[in-house]
């Protein structure tokens, strides 16, 4: 079945880069996205990237897709304390489901 | 105004007392979602509903029922509630359209003793 696996913890000093990784399994899923969740809060919508795409950048974030080893990854440049979150990747398969990741955890520190 | 609410945001109730959670959306979608999350695991789904008449399994519905009353109202049913459904729950909301965003509701965190 559809599995999308993520590491649970990074932690890492602001202003430096963070890279966050995932993988999926699903080779039809259209699209590909990044959630963000902070503390008490619900998702909100980071960014996405269509499948047909290798590279999506949009200020401090670029997502790249690896279709081939199905592996996506969420680069954060200079990364603020306020970057402190859970972050989920989550694949499109069939009608319109999503599966999400197990998320990871971000710990920015001074 | 917050677009997705979630009633209530916080409940602790017993083992076998039937429990609901409500959410309601004024963003106008056709689409709702039921989510739980648990710590290392994510969120899986348990219910959707893309239409007032329409209503859908997730991977993990068992224990669970749902009533869709109107396009902007999806509420969730714990019939008998046990511990292993401690949990938080999100509602979500989605068009569909072409990159089909899904906007969250703040969450209802419930403990079942």
């Known amino acids: 079945g559809e599995d999308v696996e993520q590491s649970l913890f990074l932690s890492v000093r602001e202003g430096d880069s963070s890279v966050i990784n995932c993988t999926y399994t699903?080779?039809?899923?259209?699209?590909l996205y990044w959630y963000k969740q902070e503390p008490g809060a619900g998702l909100q919508l980071l960014t996405y990237i269509f499948s047909n795409m290798d590279m999506k950048q949009d200020q401090r974030l670029t997502v790249l897709l690896n279709k081939k080893d199905k592996h996506l990854s969420l680069r954060i440049a200079d990364t603020q304390t306020g970057d402190s979150a859970i972050y989920f990747c989550a694949e499109r398969y069939n009608t319109d489901k999503l599966i999400f990741g197990t998320g990871t955890r971000l710990q920015v520190f001074p | 105004d917050a677009d997705v609410t979630q009633t209530p945001r916080n409940r602790i109730t017993k083992t076998g007392k039937r429990i609901m959670l409500e959410c309601s959306q004024t963003?106008?979608?056709?689409?709702m979602y039921w989510y739980r999350q648990d710590p290392g695991l994510g969120l899986r789904l348990i219910y959707y509903s893309f239409d007032v008449k329409d209503i859908n399994k997730g991977e993990i519905s068992d224990g669970y029922s749902v009533s869709r009353q109107a396009q902007a109202k999806f509420s969730l049913s714990l019939e008998s509630a046990i511990p292993n459904q401690t949990a938080l729950y999100f509602c979500?909301?989605?068009?569909?359209?072409?990159?089909?965003?899904?906007?969250f509701g703040p969450g209802t965190r419930l403990t079942v003793l």
């Open positions: 699903d080779s039809s899923s259209t699209y």
């Open positions: 979500a909301t989605s068009t569909g359209g072409t990159y089909n965003e899904q906007f």
């Open positions: 963003k106008g979608h056709d689409r």
